[in-house]
């Protein structure tokens, strides 16, 4: 199943999104299930938030803004009554959740006991200069290979200091943004950072994700993910356009298998060893 799917509920979703289509798109691709984790990054901190301790300013567009959870359910509800053979998870994509741990808690606590189905765990900007600053934005101010380093040490904080996502979405996301100026990404030049974060991962017996938006992992990374003692992948496509709903997903099990990964108790189960 597609585990990472954007709907119109999320703030940076084109108008095109929608959660029907989205289903419709699944149900022609023999996809069996999809989670619609649409994206809750916060902008305004609160007690507890490590973020107002360290007095970053958050605002990386201006046009975030929360997710309307009421809203987003109301939706997935309609969308489980139309399309009954499909199996529809509820989810979010909690951005840097170890910066925003009281608010993340709040709004998981909220959806009360099984609320949300599945819970992503991503880090899409990192503190610098002040500022949460998005990962397009540093490779304009610093070498490329530094803004990956970077990028896996705050990856890092993020896994040992939040417990509150299962699986761990596109692992080296600004990779989707590295600069062919700087040669082609070679993911061994940073084999040490890639296993500390799986290393941390597996420790907490949480699941990776094979993202299928940007370049794809290799098998060679999943087999890192193995030695660190990785057990389950997930797959997502992390579309945000009803089009891409399983996208590239022939490819990315071949990956994955070719890794030994295989699939898991049922249909809807992630892959395991
Ligand atoms: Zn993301
Ligand atoms: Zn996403």
Redesign the pocket.
């Known amino acids: 199943m597609d585990s990472h799917v954007h709907t119109e509920w999320s703030w940076d979703a084109p108008r095109e999104a929608s959660m029907v289509r989205s289903c419709e798109q699944a149900v022609a691709a023999g996809l069996p299930g999809v989670a619609f984790t649409d994206?809750l990054d916060f902008t305004i901190w609160t007690d507890g938030d490590q973020i107002g301790a360290m007095d970053l300013d958050p605002h990386r567009y201006s046009r975030m803004h929360l997710l309307d959870s009421t809203g987003y359910l109301a939706t997935l509800d309609d969308c489980r009554q139309r399309f009954p053979g499909l199996r529809i998870l509820s989810g979010v994509?909690i951005?840097e959740a170890h910066l925003w741990a009281a608010s993340a808690a709040a709004t998981v606590a909220k959806a009360g006991p099984g609320g949300l189905d599945r819970i992503l765990g991503?880090l899409?900007a990192i503190p610098h200069e002040g500022r949460l600053t998005a990962a397009d934005e540093l490779f304009r101010q610093m070498a490329a290979a530094n803004v990956m380093r970077r990028y896996f040490a705050e990856l890092l904080r993020l896994v040992e200091g939040s417990n509150l996502f299962q699986v761990l979405?596109?692992l080296d996301?600004p990779r989707r943004m590295w600069p062919r100026t700087a040669g082609p990404y070679q993911e061994r030049t940073f084999e040490p950072e890639y296993r500390a974060v799986l290393s941390a991962l597996a420790a907490s017996d949480r699941v990776l994700e094979v993202n299928t938006k940007g370049p794809l992992v290799s098998a060679d990374l999943l087999r890192w993910w193995r030695d660190a003692g990785g057990r389950a992948v997930s797959f997502g496509s992390?579309a945000h356009q009803p089009w891409r709903v399983g996208d590239k997903f022939k490819l990315a099990v071949d990956v994955v298998e070719a890794a030994g990964f295989r699939p898991g108790r049922d249909r809807f189960d992630f892959w395991r060893l």
């Open positions: 994206h994509e951005g991503s899409h979405a596109h996301f992390d």
